[in-house]
């Protein structure tokens, strides 16, 4: 008795268990697999009961076979399923899988064949089976996939985290201990030690898998079967109590109120149908009550649906004509409304009107639905008394008007005319569009912003356009600009030679010819027109460099190079005039590093600053260059002994066209162009270097100074910022004559 | 002195400088003769048998260059000697590009007082003996 009680007990809620599980996930392979294994424990509980009931040897043997049958895939299914677990496949090869399943059939065949047992033998302390050669194969077959299933269960475990790791961890108890335990009574015990009446207790320690797979439901959703296993139990308790409590009245009935004996088949007879009844009643009314709907009430929804396929349009939509549109669809079709619209507040308390089935636009401006509404937020029809507002909701043939507002800002308003049925709006009606109204104020609100947003990128991006082009056309300009620019001191500066070349080719001529007797005074006056054209040539020369530095057209070639070589070389080149205005030149001879810089442009700046220097410095007057150096760069400086420049004059030489002082008289006198400076200073900067002057004062001569790099190695690994080659033409200087 | 003899053309439109480099070589010794346009020029050009020719870019006609490509094309009949560009220019392209053309190299007639001339003609001469 009590082995057929535990017996159903293993089964019932083994099935119990595993219909659950695969009725919630019917496609995953773990609730699959979970099933399965159910299903076998139940049949071994089956299997096992009548194999110790059985009272004749071949009647034992043969459950024997069926239990050994049954239990073949038992360990297998376990180890399929560990590596599932929780997921909704079991990961692994069909190749692997059929080799499982043919293993399978064949321990199946050799317990059924009696080659696993061959027979057994009945003996006082109860019966025992014989092992044959194929035991050898199920101990494989149990051992096995033992070992793989707790391989792959200790592997999961490392991995597993938080929640699946909990439930990891009661499945591995559970599988563990239930068949250690099991295997102990059942199949250790029978085989080695010829124990077999714990063989009984074998489907009983499945109830501990049972047990802590439970409480991972209960407690750790478990195949989230939690909600469906509570709910069953609680069904089962109802069922206990009532029949518990249908039987009590029923005893209780007959014997103290009728007086008369039941027959307990009469009793269990009347328990059942009232137990009947009693389960029965609430299917059967949930049936009526639909039937009914569906003859009687035909406007029935859904409203959950309802609501949820709006807010599945909501939040899809942002464009706003197709989110209003969709909406009063879905609306008017499912409450089944003749005809809705929306009136959305627009820019300066405009209206825009969108409606289905108004057959025209809502004139909101003399309305009064509209003041009423933004105080009362909704306005039905039938609760109106007669009046002004009344009759113009029914010209209009407005039943509900209803009003949209995220937060404070009124969005717009609801209108909704009659039903289609011509009934009054229901409870169910009325509460939807409560729900409904915040939900599409905001989707109305979003559409709208969209909306502007979109206009707003249309506009920028129209103005872009627009300011790109203006740009772009300036730039074109610009450019046409520039290079007329150039193109006019080009052509100007060649025309205006043709004739100075003329003019001092033949004032030389005439100056030097032997064959050609002059005058004192001829000589003096074609002295004088020489030097005139000289200087002439020479303000065009500088006047073209000006412009092509400032166009960026010179080239800058760094070279390493010896600037007191190259001093004392243009020392030389200017002796001559430097003799004819008895001026000494003097260089101190200071070996100094090498410097990186372009030697033809420091040879022009050099030749300008001596030049200057010449200029400004009496008869008798020294002209002193030094050098003087820091590590990183060289400094030369040019000294005369000359007129000076006062401070404020200091701070205006190195401009363009800019003169010692605004007295007209000086500027005849002291010759020179006024942009030698300019231009010299300009190259010492395009050369990465520093040019600048100082002077005690007036009558105390000046010092002009330049400092440009050292060729140090860090220098020359930056060659390249130090060399500028022009994009497009590249013009040479001017020779410029002292 | 310079050799006697040497033959020199000069190509250029301006007449006082024409004149000018025709007076001025004339006293030196040379044999000159001169060009006032690109199409007698190249016609001079491409007889050939001349020492040294002296060319203007800006020709009326037939400007300098061209006359270089034409040659180029249709080399001198007789052999010329080096060919000096003439220009007051600012361009160095057009300088670059007469040197592709074949032209040995240039002068800048502003730049220069007659004694530089002659002494540039001078070198240019001893360099084409060489």
Known sequence: MFLLLTTLIVIISNLLLGFFSYTKNPKSATNKLFLILTLILSLWAVTNYFSIQSKTADDVFFWIKLVLTVTSPMVPVIYLLTRAFPGRTIGISTYKLLLIIIFILVTQILSLSGMVYQGVIITNDGVTPVPAAGIFWYGVNIVGFLFLTLHTLYKKYKVFKGLEKIQLKYLILGVASTFILAAITNFVAVSLFKVTFLVALGPLFTLILVGFISYAIIKHSFLDIGLVVGRTVAYMILLLTLSAAYAGGIFLTSSFFLKEEIRSSQAIIYLVLALFIALTFQPLKQLLEKFSDKLFYRGRYDSNQLLSTLAHIMSVNIELHALTTQILQTLLTEMRISKGAFVLKGENAKYTTISLGFSYQLDTTHSQLIPLLSTHGMITFDELEEGTLKEEMRSLGISIAKVLHVKEDIIGFLILGEKASGEVYSEQDLKVLDILAPEMAVAMQNAESYEKIKKFNVILSEEVKRATQDLQHANFRLKQLDQLKDDFVSVASHELRTPMTAIRSYAWMALNRPDIPLSEKMKKYLSRTLISTERLINLVNDMLNVSRIEAGRIEIRPQVFDILALVNEIVSEVEPKADEKMVRLQVVNTTTAKLFADPDKVHQVLLNLIGNALKFTPTDGTIAISFFTDGKVVEVLVKDSGVGISREDLSKLFRKFERLDNSYVAAATSGGTGLGLYISKSLIELMHGRIWATSEGLGKGTTFAFALPIATKEIMDQAQKFTFKPEGETKSLEPVAL | ?130
């Open chain 2, 1 to 130: 002195m310079t050799e006697p003899g040497k033959k020199v053309l000069i190509v250029e439109d301006d007449e006082f400088l024409r004149d000018f480099y025709q007076e001025l070589f004339t006293s030196e010794g040379y044999i000159v003769d001169v060009a006032a346009d690109g199409e007698v020029g190249w016609g001079k050009v491409h007889q050939g048998g001349w020492n040294l020719i002296l060319l203007d870019i800006m020709l009326p006609k037939m400007d300098g260059l061209h006359i270089l490509q034409n040659l180029q094309a249709q080399p001198a009949q007789q052999k010329n000697g080096p060919i000096v560009v003439l220009t007051n220019l600012g361009h160095d392209t057009v300088i670059n590009q007469a040197f592709s053309l074949g032209a040995t190299g240039f002068l800048v007639k502003s730049s220069l007082n007659p004694d530089q001339v002659l002494s540039e003609i001078r070198s240019y001469l001893e360099k084409a003996n060489a």
